[in-house]
């Protein structure tokens, strides 16, 4: 296996925030934050449910596609590929509902258009998860492996790891991973019968936190080792970063765990989250306290608030570095979650700044410690992100800015 | 041709070695274990809950179908591999899907959907995410660490096998428990549709659904076969233009070639989107065919009945998997019988 150098050359992002990572990561640290709202797509069919909604005047699977464009070509063009390089990268897809916004919005449509007939049955004639990743390929011309990976709350940062993993070992030449969730009714209603979502608000950490609030979003993050850092765009100096990024980004430290106690949380003690977050450090080499900030998972849930809060405090204690949850600002993007929050962090780090943490209001004493409350400088240093999810899956990998 | 086998070759310079099969297993629609039982497209889905007492050892109340046939073909592999050999060993579960939970998922947007107000139920949602199949198979086999679950049409079984074969040689596993299971759902037209299923670009059979499992391992002790590297590819391989079954013939030749198993018969297992399949063709040219597709039916992961089949069967020699995607997309995949 060849050193790991994974380096990350490009990123896009679509949220609530705007429809790329760079504006996403101008509003949010700006403080631009709406709050979650009524939702407004005619396939949605319940509007009593908050959700973070990204705002689009078309139909539902036009604005899907279009998600998928702008992220893939904000990302391409800030790693400045080829064509030839793009044809020759693989694909690692992850996402929960895939297409099945085309079962929502076909079964819906039919009802609007059609009155006074008997409402048929839903029926489920999306290809799966797999589809998402058939679409962008022949989109895109890429040629290599693809693969979806449909792990719930896990599922975009698992394909980071993993997308990493084969980097380090020579088996793909670069992958391009892409996190991708849309609003569906299947998952707004599916998570409020579990009694997991908060009508108010996403409050992660928070002592009046009561459950999460979904959100819609799209992100690619495109890894690569030994990345040359020569020539893009008329930057002649071999030494310098890419033109388009001012910092270099290194993946470090992936590491994957499944554990089987629990199928909704990751065991309230903290005890798994401080292993698997031990873990990341021991692969990356990075000690504790080298960790600048930590990009937490903070749903605003009562159990993986506490699990992880208890976890963090196990294992750093006093010396806990700011933690942030993007959550309370654009809500929970499921599968998409670790691609969108990769790739909104590091146009924050950019920018220069890590953003605040939104929607908390009081410490929790269970957890004992408050989400950072103001902006604060993007030193180069490690970042650490942690992600759990449904299955009693865990990941956690550290993003190093140099 | 010097320069067709060049690129053959080029595509397998950063294969690895072969990775050996310790146990396998399977269960089609039929519901038997390891046997070609008869079914009727009509009559699916069978109940799985007395064959669930039978290898579960317990009824698995709080899971729907796909979950009860992602745990039984498992353990169906996963029991005929002595417990204290696996002890202390780093098992990997690598789960895969083209559709999921499709039986979880219809009921509860049913309910959503229902304009009197239904009753969408938690326990269905929860299940219905396609990782909770990995989790309850993890539970139930006390496996903890990497469970990935994968999710790729017509070609889930082939990349969760290429994947797992990435972990071993990295060194992340000791053993692999690589899968693939799709179930059938009603009605049989939606799920053809739902797999894009036409004349023009696959066989013409029955639905049908299946469990299939490999362990896989890193030493040949106690081995029943190997699997050699997975061959994933977009299609466009610069082969000259010959007729689809020239180009299969080639490329299933040249794999059987790299084994060193010339000598060995060789067997065709032709998957499901080879619409123009002729066995004669491949016949004429020294191979045989097993065609596994009517004793499971088209499902996504058809490829990991056939292979796990092949495996277990009494027959002796290379067998070559064939299958590709409607974007060109194809998947090889050789299995060597010890």
């Known amino acids: 296996m060849t050193k790991s150098n994974i380096c990350i050359r490009g990123w896009g992002a679509v949220t609530t925030l705007g429809w790329s990572a760079e504006e996403s990561a101008g509003n949010l640290i700006a403080g631009r934050v709406h709050p979650a709202a009524a939702c407004l797509s005619p396939h949605l069919i319940n509007s009593n449910y908050r959700a973070f909604e990204i705002p689009y005047s078309g139909g539902s699977l036009d604005k899907a596609r279009l998600m998928l464009n702008s992220v893939l070509d904000e990302a391409i063009k800030r790693a400045g590929l080829t ?48 589809e998402v990743s058939d679409w962008i390929v022949r989109k895109f011309g890429i040629k290599g492996i693809a693969m979806t990976f449909s792990m719930a709350c896990v599922s975009s940062s698992h394909a980071l790891v993993v997308a990493a993993g084969l980097l380090e070992q020579g088996k ?25 979502y908060d009508d108010d608000q ?27 850092i020569i020539c893009r765009a008329g930057n002649t100096d071999k030494e310098k970063p890419p033109a388009a990024n001012k910092h270099v980004y290194k993946f470090k430290g992936g590491y994957l765990h499944n554990d089987n106690a629990s199928l909704t949380s990751a065991g309230v003690d903290g005890v798994l989250v401080c292993s698997v977050i031990g873990q990341t450090l021991r692969k990356a080499g990075v000690p504790l306290q080298d960790i600048v900030a930590i990009k937490a998972h903070g749903t605003g849930t009562q159990d993986n608030d506490l699990s992880e809060g208890r976890g963090l405090w196990k294992l750093f204690g006093e010396k806990l570095p700011p933690v942030i949850s993007l959550k309370g600002a654009i809500g929970h993007s499921l599968g998409a979650a670790g691609a969108v929050e990769t790739a909104v962090w590091l146009s924050c780090c950019e920018k220069g700044i890590i ?48 | 041709m010097q320069k067709i086998m060049n690129q053959v070759k080029d595509k397998q310079k950063n294969i690895t070695s072969p990775t050996p099969v310790l146990a396998a297993g399977y269960l089609g629609p039929g519901l ?14 069978l109940n799985v809950d007395d064959l669930v007492l039978e290898i579960v050892g ?151 659904e299946g469990s299939s499992w490999f362990l896989l391992g890193k030493n040949d002790a106690g081995k029943i076969g190997d ?34 198993g010339q000598n060995k018969h060789r067997i065709l297992l032709p998957g499901f989107r080879l619409s123009r399949f002729d066995a004669s063709f491949w016949i004429e040219n020294g191979w045989f065919v097993e065609d596994y597709l009517p004793c499971c039916g088209i499902h996504p992961t058809a490829a990991a009945f056939g292979l796990v089949r092949a495996m277990l069967g009494p027959g002796n020699g290379c067998y070559v998997h064939y299958n590709c995607h409607t ?12």
């Open chain 1, 83 to 130: 064509a030839a390089e793009i044809a020759e990268s693989c694909l690692l897809v992850g996402t929960t509902g895939g297409l099945f916004i085309r079962n929502e919005y076909e079964f819906t449509e039919t009802v609007r258009c059609n009155p006074q007939k008997e409402t048929p049955a839903i029926a489920c004639r999306n290809r799966g998860p797999g």
């Open chain 1, 172 to 196: 793909i030449k670069r992958a391009i991973v892409v996190g991708y969730e849309p609003l569906l009714n299947l998952t707004l209603h599916g998570f409020a019968s579990l009694l997991l």
């Open chain 1, 202 to 228: 996403c409050r992660p950490f928070c002592k009046r936190r009561s459950g999460m609030q979904i959100g819609e979003s799209a992100a690619a993050v495109i890894m690569e080792q030994d990345v040359p």
């Open chain 1, 355 to 402: 953003p605040r943490s939104f929607g908390f209001t009081e410490i929790d004493p269970e957890i004992g410690f408050a989400p950072s409350q103001v902006n604060t400088p993007a030193a180069c240093g490690a970042y650490l992100f942690t992600y759990f999810g449904f299955g009693g899956t865990c990941t956690s990998y550290l993003i190093i800015k140099e």
């Open chain 2, 32 to 45: 038997r274990p390891d046997h070609d039982a008869d079914w009727q497209e009509d009559l699916l889905p």
């Open chain 2, 58 to 208: 317990q009824p698995m109340r709080r899971a729907g179908r796909f979950i009860k046939m992602v745990c039984c073909g498992a353990l169906i592999c996963l029991k005929k591999i002595p417990s204290d050999l696996l002890k202390n060993k780093k098992i990997g579960i690598f789960l895969s899907t083209g559709l999921g939970n499709v039986d979880e998922i219809l009921p509860f947007i049913t309910q959503v959907f229902k304009h009197d107000g239904g009753f969408p139920s938690p326990n269905q949602f929860a299940n219905s995410v396609s990782n909770a199949a990995a989790f309850f198979l993890s539970r139930i086999c006390a496996i903890n660490g990497v469970v990935l679950t994968v999710s790729q049409e017509e070609l889930s079984f082939e990349s969760a096998l290429w994947l797992a074969q990435s972990y071993l040689a990295a060194g992340e596993i000791d053993c692999a428990l690589v899968g693939g299971c799709d179930v059938f759902t009603p009605t049989a037209d939606d799920y053809r549709q739902r797999m894009d299923l036409r004349p023009d670009n696959s066989r013409t059979l029955f639905m049908g």
């Open chain 2, 227 to 260: 699997i050699l590297p997975v061959l994933l590819d977009c299609g466009d391989n610069g082969l000259p233009v010959l007729s689809a079954g020239e180009n299969i013939l080639w490329e299933c030749s040249e794999i059987i070639s790299s084994t060193g």
């Open chain 2, 327 to 338: 974007s060109g997309r194809r998947a090889i995949v050789a299995a060597v019988k010890s």
